[in-house]
């Protein structure tokens, strides 16, 4: 069922604009801190790089739908929260891997050439992920919260001076 907003616009394609616009500036930052696309061996940094940006984009576009809705339920943000989560634990897992695989690899043995093993790589996936998931979510937790302050005080400052309130075009 497609319901519209009160401004018109379908249920589908509103999205929070500062969760949006906090999730791309924080994922941007550590994605250039933790894998720049400069820092490269071959393509690998580059397709690293551009597979990181692009899980960020659509984390950041999933996170910003949910939290447009009218309503959102505790269950709602656990299982959007976990799904990112789980998305970044595969990432990692699978770039923890892909360092561990060789051309000599033999598919019988339980290790990879490197001495990485599969259990060893989804163990590091979550070790890796775990940490930069929630460095992600927390500075942008951090750039929502400056921008409300700030959009609290220009409001309280307007009032005072006798203008409008002004609206900061991001909720």
């Excluded at 259990?119 to 929630?134: H, Q």
Aim: proline letters at 4%.
């Amino acid at each position: 069922m497609n319901v519209a907003s009160a401004s018109g616009t379908p249920a589908w394609r509103r999205l929070d604009q500062l969760m949006l616009v906090s999730l791309l500036t924080a994922g941007g930052f550590w994605l250039l801190l933790l894998s720049p696309p400069w820092d490269t061996e071959g393509s690998d940094g580059v397709g690293f790089f551009l597979t990181t940006a692009t899980y960020v984009l659509l984390g950041a576009l999933a996170m910003a739908g949910l939290y447009a809705r009218e309503e959102v339920t505790l269950k709602q943000e656990v299982l959007m929260l976990v799904a990112v989560w789980t998305a970044a634990v595969l990432l990692w897992t699978a770039r923890w891997l892909n360092l561990g695989v060789t051309a000599e690899h033999h598919p019988g043995t339980a290790y990879l050439v490197n001495g990485v093993s599969w259990t060893g790589s989804i163990f590091s996936g979550l070790w890796i992920a775990t940490p930069c998931f929630l460095a992600w979510q927390l500075l942008a937790l951090s750039i929502r919260a400056a921008w409300r302050r700030l959009s609290a005080r220009r409001r309280c400052a307007g009032s005072a001076a006798g203008g409008p309130t002004g609206a900061s075009g991001l909720r």
